[in-house]
C-alpha cells in the first residue's frame, strides 16, 4: 500500500515565523500535492509537482512555497507564517501524470499559527 | 477553473439506512472522478472511482452513478453501519479538485 508521512503531525508557530511542513512517500509516484483542509472548504490545491526539480501553483499559492528536491520529498514553506494559515495540512501522491488515478494522502499535519 | 458541488453537506441516518449524495461539476476536461472517505482526524482513503465512459460502478455497499451529459455524480451507500460515519469526498480529474464533502453520521 502506498505510504505517504508527514512531519510534524503537529506545529504551533508565532505570526512572522517560518514554518516547513515536510512529505515523504516510498512508492515512487511522480505526483505529489498540498492541500489545507479548512471547515466549509473541503480540500484547497495549494500547490503540486510532477516529479523532482519542479513545483506548479495550485489554487490558493499566495503564501507558500514549494521544493521537492526528490522523487520521495515535497515540502511546503510559510516564509512568514499569518493567523490565516492555522489549517490541517494534506500531501498526496499519485502515478498518473494526466491525473487519471486515485491519490495516497497522508494523515495530514495541524498546524497553529498564533 | 474547476468547480465541484457537493450535497447534502451532511446526513444522520440510522444504521441500515440507504444514503444518496450528490456531486456536480462544472470542467468537461474531468474524465476520473473517484471518491475519498475520511474518518474522523484520519487521512482521506480511497473507495471508489469512476472513469467518463462509464456510467455505473458498483464495489460491495457503494454504487457510482456518472450522467456525462448533466456532469452529475451519485454514490449511493446501502445498508449503513456506524463504521461509515465519516466525510465522504467527490474529486474531479482536472487538476484534482474536491467537493467541500458530506458530513455522514450513522446512529446504531
Known amino acids: 500500500e502506498a505510504a505517504v508521512t508527514q512531519s510534524p503531525r503537529n506545529k504551533v508557530a508565532v505570526t512572522g515565523g517560518k514554518v516547513t511542513l515536510s512529505c515523504n512517500q516510498t512508492n515512487n509516484h511522480n505526483n505529489m500535492y498540498w492541500y489545507r483542509q479548512d471547515t466549509g472548504h473541503g480540500l484547497r490545491l495549494i500547490h503540486y509537482?510532477?516529479?523532482?526539480?519542479?513545483?506548479e501553483k495550485g489554487d490558493i499559492p499566495d503564501g507558500y512555497k514549494a521544493s521537492r528536491p526528490s522523487q520521495e520529498n515535497f515540502s511546503l514553506i510559510l516564509e512568514l507564517a499569518t493567523p490565516s494559515q492555522t489549517s490541517v495540512y494534506f500531501c498526496a501522491s499519485g502515478e498518473r501524470r494526466a491525473n487519471t488515478g486515485q491519490l495516497y494522502f497522508g494523515e495530514g499535519s495541524k498546524l497553529t499559527v498564533l | 477553473g474547476e468547480q465541484v458541488e457537493q450535497l447534502p453537506s451532511s446526513l444522520i441516518v440510522q444504521e441500515g439506512a440507504s444514503v444518496l449524495i450528490n456531486c456536480s461539476y462544472t470542467?468537461?476536461?474531468?474524465?476520473?472522478f473517484p471518491w475519498y472517505k475520511q474518518e474522523p482526524g484520519k487521512r482521506l482513503q480511497f473507495i471508489i472511482d469512476?472513469?467518463?465512459?462509464?456510467e455505473r460502478k458498483q464495489t460491495q455497499r457503494l454504487t457510482l452513478l456518472f450522467d456525462k451529459k448533466t456532469k452529475h455524480l451519485s454514490l449511493h451507500i446501502t445498508a449503513t453501519q456506524p463504521g461509515d460515519s465519516a466525510i465522504y469526498f467527490c474529486s474531479a480529474s482536472s487538476r484534482i479538485f474536491f467537493g467541500d464533502g458530506t458530513q455522514l453520521v450513522v446512529k446504531p
Open positions: 470542467d468537461s476536461a474531468s474524465v476520473y
Open positions: 469512476i472513469r467518463s465512459n462509464m
Open positions: 509537482s510532477y516529479g523532482a526539480g519542479s513545483t
